[in-house]
């Protein structure tokens, strides 16, 4: 029973974001240090450190990539046991989940487009989005100090002029929507932005000024964002997600529904992926998915919340996007 209960949970590899949870204050004394960037033990993927597993994922030799990839991975520290509002970086169990869960199965979807660029950062715990007036937003505030940092040395350091993807989920969505902000809505560098891919989160239409919704499988320079539940089901506050971006994640354009041989592939904890798994109806703020076909998927009936299956849901629809979209940049481009 009990192995049965892992492998339901690790269908989508990423934690829960359930229960209530003890604190202790934000001090200024119970900070995590500040990572330095430039140091390259601070980063959790660089081109030049992919592990052998990533690799697989690749189609191409990385060297012959155009494009960049900065990915912001989602809340990962979960535990009610875990008193800390930040994580440091160099947590081994943290950085842990970040390789072998968030990179594997989230990051990887784009790697056959662009060179990958994953910062540990100090995240803020889970239970900061629940107690924002008492730490939350504190903790929440330093852990996108970090993200904001290290893409400022992604750029002066790594870039050299090349586009960029932004890809994120959950709490990396979070910070990626302040990121986009500061360093893309009405900037110059928006000229350099293929596409970003802000999953997970509520992010309204007008959010930005000059960053727009994409609602065709090869638009460029503007977001794209969904939020995943089981067809039929709908979060605690029904309207919650309402008006919210809401990509379709297999057509990426304005079209309800899919059927299942629209659906590319699934990328399940096996690493198999697993084609024509599931179809998608698009509702306002929602995407709702049938129960997919997969090893166990009579366990996921119960899920009612796909949020933790956001990305690999749609991995290899994501990764094809991806390429698409990339391409299309160097076309116009160039």
């Known amino acids: 029973m009990k192995k049965i209960v892992f ?17 202790q204050d934000f001090l200024i004394t119970n900070i995590p240090r500040e990572p330095n960037y430039n140091n390259e033990k601070n980063w959790a993927v660089l081109p030049n450190t992919y592990s052998n597993e990533l690799k697989q ?10 494009a960049d990839v900065f990915y912001v991975y989602p ?11 930040n994580v440091p970086i160099e947590d081994e169990k943290q950085k842990n989940k970040v390789l072998n869960k968030a990179v594997l199965f989230q990051a990887s979807a784009f790697i056959a487009s662009a060179k990958l660029y994953v910062p540990y950062y100090r995240q803020a715990h889970i239970r900061s989005y629940k107690m924002l007036e008492n730490g939350g937003k504190k903790a929440l505030l330093l852990a996108y100090s970090d993200v904001k940092n290290a893409f400022e040395v992604y750029l002066k350091k790594y870039n050299k ?52 919704p994409m609602t ?25 997600f309402k008006g919210s971006v809401t990509t379709n994640p297999i057509t990426w354009n304005r079209q309800k529904y899919t059927v299942l041989e629209q659906h590319k592939g699934f990328l399940y904890s096996d690493k198999k992926l697993y084609k024509k798994a599931l179809k998608i109806e698009v509702i306002d ?12 998927r009579f366990f996921m ?19 094809e996007n991806s390429v698409l979209r990339t ?7 160039n």
Not at 9 to 21: E, I, M, N
Not at 75 to 85: C, F, G, I, M, S
Not at 285 to 296: H, R, Y
Request: aromatic residues 14%; glycine residues 6%.
């Open 301 to 319: 009936s119960f899920m009612q919340n796909y949020h933790v299956g956001d990305i690999n849901l749609f991995w290899q629809d994501i990764r």
């Open 57 to 66: 994922f690749s189609s191409k030799e990385i060297d012959t990539l155009k």
């Open 216 to 240: 065709t499988p090869n638009e460029i320079g503007g977001l794209v964002g969904w939020n995943t539940f089981k067809k039929g089901a709908y979060p605690k506050k029904k309207d919650f």
């Open 161 to 212: 002029g090349r586009p960029i993807i932004i890809a994120s989920h959950s709490q990396g969505s979070t910070h990626t929507k302040f990121l986009l902000r500061d360093f893309f809505d009405n900037k110059p560098l928006q000229e350099k932005l293929i596409a970003a891919y802000i999953v997970g989160t509520v992010i309204k239409p007008d959010l930005y000024k000059t960053l727009k």
């Open 7 to 23: 492998l339901i949970v690790s269908v989508f590899f990423l934690g829960s974001c359930k229960s209530t949870h003890q604190t």
């Open 285 to 296: 703020g929602l995407i709702w998915a049938t129960n997919p076909k997969f090893p166990m």
């Open 327 to 333: 391409k299309t940049w160097l076309e116009q481009t």
């Open 75 to 85: 809340t990962l520290n979960t535990e009610k046991e875990d008193l800390r509002w």
